[in-house]
């Protein structure tokens, strides 16, 4: 305010001028060293973030904390009618340090979601990691907070330098603290599926337009899912086939009561020595002498010890059963969810293909139109060209609902309300999995057949132990009062017993009866694996010939039919354009046309479901 006074009011001579030492001086110079210091520390701070990461990307989103957090501390300032000194510069630097780290909690903990816990979904990531993280996250302001506090509100000597620098860390981390919450896990939303997105077209390097995409869904939710406020309502999660498999293992409850299983018959290893319970006896009553004697006993019953071997090594079994189980029912899970992702493709393919013959239609009936209204055609024609476009569109009511049934059955493995869409839009070949002796014996279902026949083997060595005498031990102490003949009754020892015996099965046959029926159950396990290995083995080379004829078809479709296909196409649009040919003919070329390219569709499905059910035989889902 001085130097605008001075600068308006005050003429100085030649020579003159006016310079401002003390405090102000010291603030311009304190200015200049901030200019460097505040600079270097934002580095510093990115420098870091980047070796804790590794990534630019992760490190820029952390760093947006510094803005977020900036806000807060100019606010708090402003406020409390403070104007921004040197300490208050310092305060912003111990800001930027301390906001920075509630990012890092979030981003660490979201990074650690995908990788190790292996959720895919970027919502559910968040989601997640907000709920872990939040009390980390206000933890680290509050505790910051309260100990600038009594700065912030101290009023002593020296106060001029706490309360800006105070000020502005508490302000300054509310903001960052509100905000960061808020704003960086979106962010991290937008760019990560962003970069998702863009590597799934990459990888794909085909499928449809997104402008087509985006067509056919808004005409599936108008066909079939009732008012577009509705459908507005709910997001759809777009899965890539991997992201849909690993989370439909984590989550699809079937898969999670085979894990429950598990725990189940390893709980039940602690039942295999099983011991009788301990009997516990005490009488009392008058003998010989008319005084009250006293009698007290225990004894326990003990099975033969091979019996509890054999009942250990049975809980064994059944435990390495229940894993093989989970091993079986994650095989079939991802089996569905690849039958129902790759369905759901196969439909979008389809609605691309109707999408393409919708148009030649379309472009059929104006043409119609037009030859109508000049008299080159009669109503035949328009009415033609109608019922054809007619036909598609149905065809495209039909396709969607198709869509949908498989979208319902991915929910439901996935586990999941939220309608699922696939990273993939068009349908391609998969390759043929390479089959060898070795997989087939490792299949689980064989493997499974396998472990039934050892546990059957060894509830039959269980029931053979049980023939075995039961083990009976016993002690007895009597306490004697009165007279008993010559003896008195302080001289008389009490009487004590020590027994030990054997409970021998005298009559048998009720066990053998027992023993050769489980032998029976281990003979019919074994038939049932012979049986198993030959299933499986037909169905080995049914799903491998069924391929191998599909690909046969494939390649026929793909180097023949195919450009043939869009060869008539093009030559038949050509023709009747010019007048070439009728609308007769024209709607004959084009429904062969597109009969064969709707034909390559559908071997396309069929051969990547066999394939599906190979790879379902010869995989071993850990």
Do not use: C
Request: proline content about 4%; aromatic content about 6%.
């Amino acid at each position: 305010e001085v130097q605008q006074k001075i600068d308006r009011q005050v003429s100085l001579p030649t020579g003159y001028f006016v310079t401002y030492g003390g405090q102000f001086e010291n603030l311009q110079e304190a200015n200049q060293r901030l200019s460097v210091a505040v600079p270097a520390a934002l580095a510093l701070i990115f420098l870091l973030l980047f070796f804790t990461f590794g990534s630019v990307r992760h490190s820029l989103l952390i760093f947006t904390a510094i803005p977020l957090s900036a806000i807060g501390g100019i606010l708090a300032l402003w406020l409390r009618n403070m104007p921004f000194s040197i300490s208050a510069g310092v305060g912003f630097i111990a800001l930027f340090g301390v906001a920075v780290l509630n990012g890092i909690v979030l981003i660490a903990e979201f990074n650690r979601q995908r990788k190790e816990e292996g959720v895919q979904s970027l919502r559910q990531v968040v989601l997640n990691g907000t709920s872990i993280r939040l009390r980390p996250v206000l933890m680290t302001a509050t505790v910051a907070s309260l100990g600038f506090l009594p700065m912030a509100l101290s009023s002593t000597a020296g106060a001029e330098v706490q309360k800006p620098l105070a000020t502005v860390v508490i302000g300054g981390l509310i903001t960052s603290t509100m905000l960061t919450l808020v704003v960086l896990p979106v962010l991290y939303i937008l760019i990560e599926g962003y970069l998702s997105s863009r590597k799934q077209r990459k990888a794909s390097g085909s499928g449809l337009p997104a402008t087509a995409i985006v067509t056919i869904m808004a005409t599936a939710a108008l066909l079939i899912g009732g008012p577009p406020q509705a459908r507005a309502q709910q997001a759809v999660e777009v899965y890539t086939l991997d992201e849909a498999v690993a989370r439909a293992i984590s989550r699809n409850p079937s898969v999670e009561a085979a894990r429950l299983g598990i725990k189940r018959s390893q709980s039940l290893k602690g039942a295999a020595w099983d011991i009788n319970k301990t009997q516990l006896q005490y009488s009392t009553g008058k003998l010989e002498s008319g005084a009250y004697d006293n009698e007290a006993s225990v004894s326990q019953t003990l099975a033969f010890p091979a019996v509890y071997a054999r009942q250990a090594k049975l809980a064994e079994e059944l435990t390495q059963a229940s894993r093989i189980g989970l091993t079986q029912r994650q095989r079939e899970v991802v089996r569905d969810v690849r039958l129902n992702y790759y369905g759901q493709v196969y439909a979008l393919s389809r609605l691309h293909l109707l999408t393409y013959q919708d148009s030649l239609y379309t472009a059929f009936l104006r043409a119609a139109q037009v030859r109508l209204r000049t008299g080159e055609t009669n109503l035949l024609e328009k009415v033609t060209a109608e019922t054809q476009l007619s036909e598609v569109r149905n065809s495209v009511f039909q396709a969607e609902a198709d869509r949908a049934v498989f979208q319902e059955r991915l929910q439901a493995l996935l586990a999941t309300d939220t309608p699922i869409a696939t990273a993939d839009t068009a349908l391609n070949r998969l390759p043929l999995p390479g089959i060898t002796e070795e997989m087939l014996e490792q299949n689980p279902g064989l493997r499974l057949a396998r472990q039934q026949v050892e546990v059957r083997k060894a509830e039959t060595r269980l029931e053979r132990a049980r023939l075995l005498p039961d083990l009976q031990l016993g002690y007895k102490n009597r306490t004697i009062s009165g007279n008993h003949g010559s003896r008195r009754a302080e001289e008389f020892e009490p009487p004590q017993e020590v027994s030990i015996g054997v409970a021998i099965p005298l009559w048998a046959k009720p066990q053998k009866s027992r023993i050769e029926a489980a032998k029976l159950q281990a003979d019919a396990a074994q038939m049932d694996l012979l049986d198993a290995r030959n299933e499986l083995r037909a169905d080995v080379e049914a799903a491998l010939q069924q391929a191998l004829k599909l690909q046969g078809s494939l390649n026929y479709y793909e180097r023949t039919a195919l450009p043939q296909a869009q060869l008539i196409i093009d030559q038949a649009t050509k023709a009747y354009r010019v007048g070439e040919i009728n609308y007769q003919d024209y709607i004959l070329s084009l429904g062969r046309a597109l009969t064969i390219r709707s034909n390559y569709l559908e071997t396309l499905y069929a051969y990547d479901r066999a394939v599906i059910e190979l790879h379902f035989i010869t995989e071993n889902q850990q």
